[in-house]
């Protein structure tokens, strides 16, 4: 079986090369083609002798996923469908703006997380994404998109591994993938420009912030461990402190100095006022010297099998204020492409579900939400 070279990292791949007797340097010749230019034909590669790009051919491939649909939104956002093979498909997809071009990317063919206001974590976990499976995505979309606009120049700027799965669960392969999107010889985004999303596995972010840091976000979603354990069951592993103590480790890596914490706007679940003076406390006081942060509040986009909706505007900007009025950079992230179901929390692809958790998601769902919701009732009335 041959090599697929979007598997491998610069270091990777010249380790590769010396396997086959080559000089490192070929790697970085090699590593050029296919990320810069996006070629999948050795044959194209012209600077290569021709005796390296015949032994090329059979000891390696260059093999990218395929495109089972594409969707357009009216706002110009762009969503694919991937097949990953065994039933599975995952999505990744392109947001557009006036200064940036930004490509969503999945690590998992589902997710065994389980948020329950996540379309993807309903449908279950089937296996995790390679290394080359993550990185095809960007490749593909980059190449695509350049022909698509008639653009010459890098089109896509960021990247944010907030599609489907939990990137952490899936270390391996995400290093390699990032290593790729930095490197000056692959893509050269900047650390501040790719981000990774977690749902706060802990261990894994100490070990990013050490091997590859780049900007963090974590999805809080609840002021309380009460209040996560239902929303986010990984809560119940790594609750709120263990959680906050990680991302003030992270810090010291990071490129930016701040963490992001993503917030999912759920009426009459964690959108209450007094959970919004909740937060403050728990970011402005944690261990003592509370923790640099940003928030960004997402509207929820729901979907039926959540039982839950979007909180009103109103109440989303009555929310933003008080961690505003706090000192705390606080936003909220703008919908797009929620008319191909493109937008955060939407993705959800094909996925057969290895673990059974989609179905414990729906059977846990009336009987867990329940207390929350008379718990977000309560408050509101103190």
């Not at 099998?305 to 950079?329: M, R, T, Y």
Request: with cysteine; proline share 4%.
């Amino acid at each position: 079986m041959t090599a697929n070279l979007l598997d491998y990292d610069l270091e990777g791949l010249a380790a590769f090369c010396e396997r086959h007797g080559e000089k490192r340097f070929r790697a970085t010749q090699l590593f050029r083609w296919i990320h810069q230019k996006g070629a999948s034909d050795f044959d194209q590669m012209t600077d290569l002798a021709k005796s390296l790009r015949e032994k090329l051919k059979v000891a390696a491939h260059i093999q990218g996923l395929q495109v089972i649909s594409q969707h357009e939104s009216s706002d110009g956002t762009i969503k694919w469908l991937f097949d990953v093979g065994a039933g599975n498909a995952v999505e990744a997809v392109f947001i557009p703006e006036e200064d940036r071009g930004t490509l969503c990317v999945s690590s998992q063919a589902g997710c065994a997380v389980g948020c329950r206001f996540c379309s993807t974590g309903h449908q279950g976990f089937s296996r995790n994404l390679t290394s080359g499976e993550i990185t095809a995505q960007l490749w593909f979309a980059e190449h695509f998109l350049r022909k698509h606009l008639a653009r010459d120049e890098r089109v896509i700027s960021n990247v944010v591994m907030m599609g489907m799965g939990e990137p952490l669960q899936n270390y391996a392969a995400l290093i390699p993938a990032l290593r790729t999107m930095l490197d000056d010889h692959g893509y050269g985004l900047s650390r501040r420009r790719v981000t990774v999303s977690t749902s706060g596995v802990v261990p894994m972010i100490d070990r990013l912030g050490l091997d590859c840091p780049v900007a963090l976000a974590v999805s809080l979603h609840a002021p309380t461990d009460a209040l996560r354990d239902n929303l986010v069951p990984l809560n119940r592993k790594y609750p709120l402190s263990e959680l906050l103590d990680a991302c003030n480790r992270y810090l010291a890596h990071a490129p930016r100095d701040f963490i992001t914490f993503e917030y999912c706007m759920l009426d009459g679940v964690n959108d209450q006022i007094e959970q919004a003076r909740q937060l403050v406390s728990l970011v402005r006081q944690h261990q003592g010297q509370g923790i640099w942060c940003k928030f960004n509040l997402i509207p929820f986009n729901p979907f039926p099998e959540s039982g839950l909706l979007c909180s009103p505007p109103e109440q989303v900007a009555a929310f933003g204020k008080i961690l505003s009025d706090a000192g705390i950079v606080t936003t909220v992230r703008k919908t797009r492409g929620d008319d191909i179901d493109a937008a955060c929390g939407q993705l959800a692809g094909d996925v057969r579900d290895r673990t059974g958790v989609g179905k414990r998601i729906a059977r846990q769902r009336i009987v867990m939400l329940k207390p929350v919701k008379a718990t977000a009732v309560a408050t509101k009335e103190i």
